[in-house]
């Protein structure tokens, strides 16, 4: 069942993809923490900047797992409107949940960049990178946030994903890569032989090299 090794397995093949197609990019935006493995041999394949683009689940009343969509660290945010339904959520429960996840997820770009926000954006032309799309919450939110910042260009890069996750995501972004999208796919780290926790040091360390 296993398609990778480990995270830097997957990114360095999913920089030979994306150099095989010809894409060019100014900067790779990975999400954090997992991403930062995958994104650092694409950015160095690339030739282009290496940041973060942060975004949080928001979770279900009871359920925190079940995601009712997410919440980029400047406010962007992407509801599931089927899930939600399904739930019963309330206004005020999506809104007391988006904002307390909204500054969770500021914070933790905070950790990760010198300076406050995300890296100016305007005109560039941006490769998102996750280690693998199941639902795509987190990921939508990252690409409306990118799109919000005045992109030029968005392209997802993912080793891995959900067909329905990756095609819904079209919609979000100039085009989506994903190496692999198996029909019968239930979870991202069913796909690497190693998928360990990556820590907030060690991702760090990836945008430091």
């Given at each position: 069942m296993s398609t990778f090794d480990d995270r830097t397995d997957?990114?360095?093949r999913l920089a030979n993809d994306l150099e095989r197609r010809?894409?060019?990019a100014d900067i790779v935006l990975g999400i954090p923490r997992?991403?930062?493995p995958v994104a650092r041999p694409v950015a160095d394949a690339l030739e282009a900047d290496l940041d973060v683009v942060v975004a949080r689940k928001l979770g279900a009343p009871e359920n925190p797992e079940l995601a009712l969509g997410a919440v980029a660290s400047d406010g962007t945010v992407w509801y599931n409107d089927g899930l939600v339904d399904r739930v019963g959520a309330s206004a005020g429960y999506l809104e007391d949940v988006r904002e307390a996840e909204a500054e969770n997820a500021r914070q933790k770009a905070d950790r990760y960049r010198e300076t406050p926000g995300l890296a100016p954006l305007e005109g560039k032309r941006v490769v998102v990178v996750d280690d693998g799309v199941a639902t795509g919450a987190?990921?939508?939110a990252c690409l409306r946030q990118v799109r919000a910042?005045?992109?030029g260009s968005v392209v997802l890069a993912?080793?891995?994903g959900s067909p329905r996750s990756v095609e819904e995501l079209e919609g979000d972004a100039d085009d989506v890569v994903a190496l692999e999208t198996p029909a019968d796919f239930r979870a991202v780290g069913q796909y690497y032989r190693d998928f360990g926790q990556v820590t907030d040091e060690d991702a760090i360390a990836y945008l430091e090299r």
């Open positions: 997957a990114g360095e010809g894409l060019e997992g991403a930062l987190t990921a939508r910042a005045g992109a993912v080793p891995v």
